[in-house]
């Protein structure tokens, strides 16, 4: 059975960091696109960042950009986000979800979801 396990949520005052993990079991996540999404009670489910399969090539949101990133150890089959710098506004459930290849900004087009990871930010 194919399945995302996400981890590394947590509290964190502003300014913080966390780092998120997204490992795979069943199959391997080194050609997939893998997208970390966040959702909030009062926003749609936003992707913050996407790390291509095969290629690694990154996109990130433009408000996480400079603070987040993405990348992938394809021994460990995982995907990790590095958060620094939290903001009030970062916080959410983050999800990661896995696609074929390439990176896409609509949740739809991901075809495997983790159950999700709690951030919280707050002083």
């Known amino acids: 059975q194919s399945q995302l396990v996400e981890s590394g949520g947590g509290l964190v005052q502003p300014g913080g960091s966390l780092r998120l993990s997204c490992a795979g079991s069943?199959?391997?996540?080194?050609?997939?696109?893998i997208g970390w999404f966040r959702q909030t009670p009062t926003k749609e489910r936003e992707e913050v960042s996407c790390?291509?399969?095969?290629?690694?090539?990154?996109h990130y949101t433009d408000s996480v950009k400079g603070r987040f990133t993405i990348s992938r150890d394809n021994a460990e089959n995982t995907v990790y986000l590095q958060m620094n710098d939290l903001k009030l506004e970062d916080a959410g459930v983050y999800y990661c979800?896995?696609?074929?290849?390439?990176?896409?900004?609509?949740?739809?087009?991901?075809?495997?979801w983790g159950q999700g990871t709690q951030v919280a930010v707050s002083s």
């Open positions: 979800a896995a696609k074929s290849l390439t990176c896409s900004w609509s949740w739809s087009q991901y075809e495997y």
């Open positions: 069943g199959f391997g996540l080194d050609s997939y696109a």
């Open positions: 790390i291509s399969g095969y290629t690694g090539l990154t």
